[in-house]
């Protein structure tokens, strides 16, 4: 039996605890969790890679904590932890600062100015507007509430935030972080609906959905199921079929759809059947609103009108899976493509977490749905495009370009 705690990862808040090796990071997550999830030891720099916890909290709803790396690691290897740890930062909701009382008393080994570790990662906390909390851990190790008070005061003057006092072994601990956490929750929690103003209650809405080699027997693929489940919640009237019985669907129904949504891959024979009064547009191009900026996105698309033979394409998926036979992002996208622009197009193909630091060598970005990342680690990837002047759109919004209905489809809002 499912519950909520079976809630895909990408739709939880992500709740990411970022500090210096052995200030009981990994402890805290433990309190938080209520489990033994991450490695406690003394010995400086247990945790290496990033490790998520999947959790039900009340309150907080279905979320994952991301217990890091210490961002003071040293050497080749640690060099490495620190990049995963900056990785975990592009997927944070929600960012705990952790400090233990010798960071707040300014006791470094290495002498560096003042917090400016903490400075430097608050300062890319600030520039994604990911909210942060400051903790400053092990409170049952200073006992004297003078001394806690200068230390706060101390943090509070160079970081800017007024940081909370906590024990990861004191019951009442975790309690304060959560309440604290609700407090700032991000404007992603309230992130646009999947289907937006598309579709209200009562509307008949019509899923075409072609079971092909990307869903085998048996399954349907993740932004269906997450489309159907909303659309269930709005109280929808809902059919499904594929694109081969979609004119026995569309004369079975006794008035045309209100909305129509279907594979992009099917847009252009979906859009040649549609009844007039039917609003039209796909699974992919819901995603591109709910977890990105879909008018960036959009705007992307356009770079496709000025693409020549010797472009070149960066395609990024979400998930990384064994090339198959008809990928869309790998045979479909670049084999339309190439037919408008020749075959010297260059693609290259990146998948799961490999996204370039650097950009600049494409002339377009076309990304997958997204639909295994978080809203704010979508966010972080178009605004890195951004940044550097690259345009980024992604596969539904590209194809609608491609076979020239973009204008005549809705787009989520």
Same mark, same amino acid.
């Given at each position: 039996?499912?519950?909520?705690?079976?809630?895909?990862? /990408?739709?939880?808040?992500?709740? *990411?605890?970022? #500090?210096?090796?052995? !200030?009981? $990071?990994?402890? @805290?997550?433990?309190?938080? +969790?209520?489990?033994?999830?991450?490695?406690?030891?003394?010995?400086?720099?247990?945790?290496?890679?990033?490790?998520?916890?999947?959790?039900?909290?009340?309150?907080?709803?279905?979320?994952?904590?991301?217990?890091? /790396?210490?961002?003071?690691?040293? *050497?080749?290897? #640690?060099?490495?932890? !620190?990049? $995963?740890?900056? @990785?975990?930062?592009?997927? +944070?909701?929600?960012?705990?600062?952790?400090?233990?009382?010798?960071?707040?008393?300014?006791?470094?080994?290495?002498?560096?100015?003042?917090?400016?570790?903490?400075?430097?990662?608050?300062?890319?906390?600030?520039?994604?507007?990911?909210?942060?909390?400051?903790?400053?851990?092990?409170?049952?190790?200073?006992?004297?509430?003078?001394?806690?008070?200068?230390?706060?005061?101390?943090?509070?003057?160079?970081?800017?935030?007024?940081?909370?006092?906590?024990?990861?072994?004191?019951?009442?601990?975790?309690?304060?972080?959560?309440?604290?956490?609700?407090?700032?929750?991000?404007?992603?929690?309230?992130?646009?609906?999947?289907?937006?103003?598309?579709?209200?209650?009562?509307?008949?809405?019509?899923?075409?959905?072609?079971?092909?080699?990307?869903?085998?027997?048996?399954?349907?693929?993740?932004?269906?199921?997450?489309?159907?489940?909303?659309?269930?919640?709005?109280?929808?009237?809902?059919?499904?079929?594929?694109?081969?019985?979609?004119?026995?669907?569309?004369?079975?129904?006794?008035?045309?759809?209100?909305?129509?949504?279907?594979?992009?891959?099917?847009?252009?024979?979906?859009?040649?059947?549609?009844?007039?009064?039917?609003?039209?547009?796909?699974?992919?191009?819901?995603?591109?609103?709910?977890?990105?900026?879909?008018?960036?996105?959009?705007?992307?698309?356009?770079?496709?009108?000025?693409?020549?033979?010797?472009?070149?394409?960066?395609?990024?998926?979400?998930?990384?899976?064994?090339?198959?036979?008809?990928?869309?992002?790998?045979?479909?996208?670049?084999?339309?493509?190439?037919?408008?622009?020749?075959?010297?197009?260059?693609?290259?193909?990146?998948?799961?977490?490999?996204?370039?630091?650097?950009?600049?060598?494409?002339?377009?970005?076309?990304?997958?749905?997204?639909?295994?990342?978080?809203?704010?680690?979508?966010?972080?990837?178009?605004?890195?495009?951004?940044?550097?002047?690259?345009?980024?759109?992604?596969?539904?919004?590209?194809?609608?370009?491609?076979?020239?209905?973009?204008?005549?489809?809705?787009?989520?809002?």
């Amino acid at each position: 039996m499912s519950s909520l705690n079976d809630a895909p990862r /990408a739709v939880r808040l992500h709740i *990411g605890l970022f #500090g210096r090796r052995n !200030v009981g $990071k990994s402890s @805290l997550v433990n309190a938080l +969790t209520g489990h033994d999830a991450a490695i406690v030891s003394p010995i400086a720099g247990t945790t290496t890679d990033p490790v998520s916890i999947p959790m039900e909290i009340h309150g907080l709803g279905p979320c994952v904590f991301i217990d890091t /790396a210490g961002f003071d690691d040293e *050497g080749a290897v #640690g060099e490495k932890r !620190v990049e $995963k740890t900056a @990785l975990a930062l592009e997927k +944070t909701d929600v960012a705990l600062l952790v400090l233990a009382p010798e960071q707040a008393a300014g006791e470094t080994p290495d002498r560096e100015p003042y917090l400016e570790k903490e400075q430097q990662w608050l300062k890319a906390l600030r520039e994604k507007k990911t909210p942060v909390l400051v903790v400053l851990n092990k409170a049952d190790t200073v006992p004297d509430d003078a001394a806690r008070a200068r230390l706060a005061a101390a943090v509070a003057e160079v970081l800017g935030e007024e940081p909370l006092w906590v024990s990861a072994l004191a019951p009442e601990g975790p309690a304060l972080v959560r309440e604290r956490i609700m407090r700032v929750l991000p404007e992603q929690r309230n992130a646009p609906e999947i289907t937006g103003g598309l579709a209200a209650e009562g509307d008949l809405v019509l899923l075409v959905m072609p079971q092909d080699i990307q869903a085998p027997r048996g399954r349907l693929i993740l932004p269906q199921v997450q489309t159907l489940r909303e659309l269930l919640d709005k109280r929808c009237l809902i059919m499904s079929t594929g694109v081969d019985t979609l004119d026995a669907a569309l004369a079975a129904l006794a008035r045309p759809p209100r909305l129509i949504i279907t594979d992009s891959q099917a847009f252009a024979a979906v859009h040649a059947k549609k009844p007039a009064a039917s609003r039209l547009t796909s699974f992919s191009v819901l995603m591109a609103g709910y977890k990105g900026d879909i008018g960036v996105l959009v705007q992307g698309a356009k770079a496709l009108a000025t693409l020549g033979p010797h472009s070149r394409i960066l395609i990024a998926e979400a998930c990384a899976h064994a090339p198959l036979a008809e990928d869309i992002g790998r045979e479909k996208i670049p084999a339309m493509l190439r037919k408008r622009h020749g075959s010297s197009l260059q693609v290259a193909i990146r998948s799961g977490t490999d996204f370039p630091a650097d950009l600049t060598g494409y002339d377009l970005i076309i990304h997958c749905g997204g639909c295994m990342f978080n809203r704010a680690y979508m966010l972080s990837r178009i605004e890195r495009a951004r940044e550097q002047g690259v345009p980024i759109t992604n596969y539904g919004v590209a194809i609608a370009e491609l076979t020239g209905i973009l204008d005549a489809i809705d787009l989520p809002c």
